[in-house]
């Protein structure tokens, strides 16, 4: 199996990715030939045409049916080649499988979360299980982003207000690079992820891994692994540097002076509404950037975040 890719391509990893790769290296040499002829005989006319001294026009033959028709119909048929060819792929892209287990992706500012039939959720990591056909129900809480995984040559706008459909089946275990390909703010190009495709069995205990991901942690280890897990640190450190939002260092108990002008001293329902409602109590000198977490955390999450911001304070 290609694990490698090759010059011009990924390694491919999806059912459709053959195909896709046929009909490209098909266009691609085609490309080739006729970029080839055109640019030779440019190159060749050029030279023997060139002007020089003594002209002398010769009377050239004014046209050539064979020449014209061969030009008008041999282009057609590569172009029919290359439609219908292209549009066999699109359907078989198009048309998801009724067998495939769907999961639910939400692409915002910037990152991506997943979330599984029995409840389960992951952010910036999509786990599925290798030769089954996956279908996406995808849709964006704000700007257009794009969902890219080029070994599966998988590409599909996600809009806000709509939802897009993708499928594909994974062929080959392993971790497969996610990518949003529309540009979407000044953090698009961090919004990176991956697929980690799995065999059944271990597609089954992660899902029930993840029921319990909490389980034998204190609230502040499970806070601080969510921290990681669910992109908070893309704009807040830890630090008590700036980033896209406010440091999470020495927050809780301290005064934090809002974009409205007023203050106030940030409790636990002060940062639990800050991770459910963003936009409620924008800290000053921030823009209101930051999503909502209220579908993706659950409330021990919330708990747990709330009681690691706290940790981090003297
Ligand atoms: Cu999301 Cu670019």
Redesign the pocket.
């Known amino acids: 199996m290609d694990t490698t890719g090759t010059l011009f391509l990924p390694p491919s990893g999806s059912t459709m990715a053959p195909e896709v790769d046929a009909l490209m290296t098909f266009i691609f040499y085609v490309c080739i030939f006729f970029g080839v002829i055109v640019f030779g005989g440019v190159i060749l006319f050029s030279i023997k045409y060139r002007r020089r001294r003594q002209v002398q026009v010769e009377a050239g033959p004014s046209h050539s049916t064979a020449l014209e028709i061969a030009w008008s119909v041999l282009p057609l048929i590569l172009m029919m080649i290359i439609f219908f060819w292209g549009f066999r792929a699109y359907m078989k892209m198009s048309v998801v499988p009724k067998d495939a287990l769907e999961i639910k992706v939400t ?1 915002q ?2 990152f991506w979360s997943f979330a599984y039939p029995d409840g389960a959720t992951s952010v910036n990591e999509l786990v599925v299980p290798v030769g089954k056909p996956i279908k996406l129900l995808m849709s964006s809480k704000d ?1 257009i ?2 969902f890219f995984v080029p070994s599966f040559r998988l590409k599909r706008d996600v809009l806000p207000n709509r939802y897009s459909i993708a499928w594909f089946e994974a062929t080959q275990q392993g971790a497969f690079e996610l990518f ?6 000044s953090k ?1 190009s961090g ?1 990176l992820g991956k697929v980690r495709v799995v065999n059944d069995r271990e597609y089954t205990d992660w899902l029930a891994a993840s029921g319990k991901a909490g389980e034998g942690l204190s609230p502040v280890e499970f806070g601080a692994k969510l921290y990681e897990s669910k992109e908070c640190v893309t704009c807040h450190n830890i630090d008590g540097t700036r980033g896209d939002g406010p440091s999470f260092l020495n927050v809780y108990n301290h005064e934090v002076m809002l974009k409205d002008g007023s203050k106030l001293i940030a409790d636990e329902n002060y940062l639990r509404e800050s991770i459910l409602h963003p936009e409620a109590k924008v800290v000053a000198g921030y823009q209101p950037i930051m999503p909502t977490y209220q579908t993706l955390l659950k409330d021990a999450e919330v708990d747990a975040l709330v009681a690691y911001i706290k940790s981090l304070s003297q």
């Open positions: 692409a500012k910037w700007v982003h794009s949003c390909a529309e540009y979407c703010g698009h919004m």
